[in-house]
């Protein structure tokens, strides 16, 4: 009698209050479900890689009711609501007895359904406040739940409340509870971790004791395989693990410029290539463990497009991204500086480069550049001096080029971390002393694989951007051809190695000073691939070559690009012609050669020291050269070198300065020079023009 006069008592309460608003319907508030985590999809809309970005709750995806183990939803009804199916969204006869009990006994009493619950949890006006909820919550509650028994199933009821649910602490929604608590999908989860689950409705923060001893009962009830000590066990082991951030989230970061939000973005990455370049890099620094390599990054971009197809950020133990954050380039840049030489003319691929001890003269000292190897090779060609990474050749090469040019010809082709002055990094930006990045240094190459015609690059689907040339086209292609000759790079590397595909590919490695950084970036005819491997702390690799270090993870993505199709070489465009040429002495065997037109001959001859005719070698005709403002007037010099300069006087401007039959120190002096080789007679023998640029200041310190 007491529980009827109960339920007569609240419906007639129930009854005396107004209908509430309309409540939502299951997709308005599905669609309205927002994951604190942004996530990352590829052009196909797989996932790739989330980031939480939601720092107050963590909440997952939505997770359909099917996707939910059947434990949860029968240890929630047990412990919530054990007559779910049967009502129509209020309890009568336990909302009846608390209402009885509250007013006469002021004994508190919950008798909250599932679907009230749920009200509460989509309406903020029903959610209880310090002291509880008032009367006239209770009974708004109440009224809503109707509602939503009336346009709602009882599955969808369900579906909503275990996602949208606090579970405890910042763990909303079953998917993150499931994570968070016991490392899995929530349609994994037993009986025993499901009591668990349901016994922290009432008191999200209890302490485990208690909450082990309430899905203890609970789990009875459900009749559990695992017994009280089990589920204890499982109790405190997942209400003491800290919900873990789950690492990565650099390339999201990169997509989105930082500004990520909640949700779903979509990018032009390729998940299966993704997921294959970072399992490849994982193994390779695995196997490389013991030589005291920590860290790689890998960047593949599509050629045609300027679209990044994979990016990985870091495979190894850190959380910097090694795709964009700057390193020591080492030999990655030499293909450039030989374009602007095969560009400027100054040089061809047949050219015979002096490959011997050499010291540069520079404001702080003495640069003495060695080979990989420290040993010296002698004269070799310009092809082999690219394509085996021969170092000297290079400084001398930068010194015929011009320093400033090359330096700003790698601005250009967006290594903009190149920050300081070109006299800064001096002649050993030949072998890459400038910090760059993965990603710039990838596009560059692009670059070259793009017949010099320079673009952005995206992670996000655009149109493809406009791209302006910034190198030749002539010498970008006898450059790629070089990087493709597996012969000519034999003298360093042989001829079987990890940069020896089975397709037409064009490819250079690079080793930073002190071996803290190994690179090995190249192209085929529709991508572009980039790989770095090392230690981001500045410690030193131990034994790690070119081609042991980046190299193989570079192989691997390329085969895999094109398991299907192999790549093509690319045809020459106008302006470049072929022929036989030979050399004498025969330093190199005689072989077929491209050549920019009106530079081609059959025959390299190299010329005895006596027999060569006078030159200016630096500054060349129409360098520009920069006065360093860190060094004080009065010790800045400028090495003057000729070639074939014994009986020879340098005179600049008219006036003579010395001996042209080694290098002479000049005080450098703002403004346009001449200078000229001059005999005993006065009659110049070689001449250049060149330009010193800069602040007019003192000569003291």
């Not at 998917?175 to 899995?184: S, V």
Request: charged fraction near 20%; aromatic fraction near 6%.
């Amino acid at each position: 009698m007491k529980r009827l006069l109960s339920a007569i008592l609240f419906v007639g309460l129930l009854a005396a209050r107004a209908a509430p608003a309309a409540v939502p319907s299951p997709a308005e508030v599905k669609a309205a479900w927002r994951s604190s985590d942004a996530q990352l999809l590829d052009r196909h809309g797989k996932p790739v890689e989330a980031v939480r970005v939601e720092l107050r709750v963590r909440r997952g995806a939505w997770v359909a009711l099917a996707d939910i183990s059947p434990a949860v939803g029968m240890a929630v009804l047990q412990a919530e609501d054990q007559r779910f199916m049967e009502h129509g969204g209020v309890d009568l006869l336990a909302a009846g007895q608390a209402a009885w009990d509250n007013l006469f006994h002021a004994r508190a009493r919950g008798a909250s359904t599932i679907t009230m619950q749920l009200a509460a949890l989509l309406d903020p006006r029903l959610r209880a406040g310090a002291g509880g909820r008032s009367w006239a919550q209770k009974w708004d509650q109440a009224l809503a739940a109707r509602e939503i028994e009336a346009s709602w199933t009882k599955q969808q009821i369900l579906e909503a409340y275990l996602n949208l649910v606090h579970w405890r602490g910042e763990l909303q929604g079953i998917g993150a509870a499931a994570q968070g608590l016991f490392g899995k999908a929530p349609s994994g989860l037993t009986r025993g971790e499901a009591a668990i689950l349901a016994s922290l409705l009432r008191a999200p923060a209890a302490q485990v004791r208690a909450v082990a001893r309430r899905a203890c009962l609970l789990a009875q009830e459900l009749r559990a395989d695992d017994d009280c000590a089990s589920i204890a066990w499982q109790a405190e082991v997942a209400l003491g693990r800290q919900a873990q951030e789950r690492g990565g989230g650099q390339t999201l970061r990169a997509a989105l410029g930082g500004g990520a939000a909640p949700g779903p973005v979509r990018s032009t990455l390729d998940a299966g290539l993704q997921q294959f370049a970072h399992d490849a890099l994982r193994r390779h620094l695995a196997a490389l463990a013991g030589r005291n390599v920590n860290q790689g990054a890998a960047v593949v971009i599509d050629n045609a497009s300027g679209e990044i197809l994979a990016w990985v950020a870091n495979a190894g133990d850190s959380e910097v991204d090694g795709v964009t954050a700057p390193r020591q380039a080492g030999s990655t840049l030499k293909p450039f500086l030989y374009e602007l030489a095969l560009e400027r003319q100054l040089l061809t691929a047949a050219s015979l480069l002096d490959d011997s001890p050499l010291d540069v003269a520079t404001a702080g000292g003495l640069y003495i550049p060695q080979n990989y190897d420290r040993q010296f090779k002698g004269y070799a060609s310009v092809r082999t001096s690219l394509a085996s990474s021969l170092n000297v050749p290079a400084v001398r090469t930068l010194m015929l080029a011009g320093l400033d040019r090359f330096y700003e010809r790698l601005r250009l082709l967006g290594m903009d971390s190149l920050r300081e002055d070109s006299a800064w990094y001096g002649y050993s930006l030949a072998l890459g002393s400038g910090d760059v990045s993965l990603l710039a240094l990838a596009n560059a190459y692009r670059t070259l694989a793009n017949g010099g015609m320079h673009g952005a690059v995206t992670l996000l689907p655009r149109a493809p951007a406009p791209a302006q040339r910034v190198l030749d086209a002539r010498a970008s292609y006898i450059v790629g051809d070089i990087l493709a000759d597996r012969a000519a790079r034999s003298m360093t590397f042989g001829l079987s190695n990890e940069l020896a595909t089975g397709f037409w590919s064009a490819v250079k490695t690079g080793t930073s000073k002190d071996m803290r950084d190994n690179w090995c970036v190249g192209y085929s005819d529709r991508y572009t691939v980039g790989v770095w491997v090392g230690n981001f702390d500045g410690n030193a690799m131990w034994d790690v070559s070119g081609v042991s270090g980046a190299a193989p993870v570079w192989r691997d993505v390329m085969d895999y690009l094109h398991r299907d199709r192999a790549s093509r070489m690319p045809a020459p465009p106008p302006g470049l012609v072929r022929r036989e040429v030979a050399f004498r002495p025969a330093v190199e065997p005689p072989r077929l050669e491209w050549f920019m037109a009106g530079t081609d001959t059959a025959l390299v001859e190299l010329v005895a020291p006596a027999e060569r005719s006078a030159a200016i070698v630096y500054p060349v005709d129409g360098s520009i050269l920069a006065a360093d403002p860190d060094i004080p007037a009065a010790s800045e010099r400028v090495m003057l070198q000729a070639q074939a300069g014994q009986g020879l006087w340098f005179r600049l401007d008219g006036e003579t300065l010395g001996p042209a039959g080694r290098q002479l120190a000049w005080q450098p002096r703002l403004g346009e020079h001449l200078l000229e080789l001059v005999d005993e007679q006065g009659r110049a023998r070689a001449a250049a023009r060149f330009e010193v640029r800069g602040q007019a200041r003192g000569g003291g310190p």
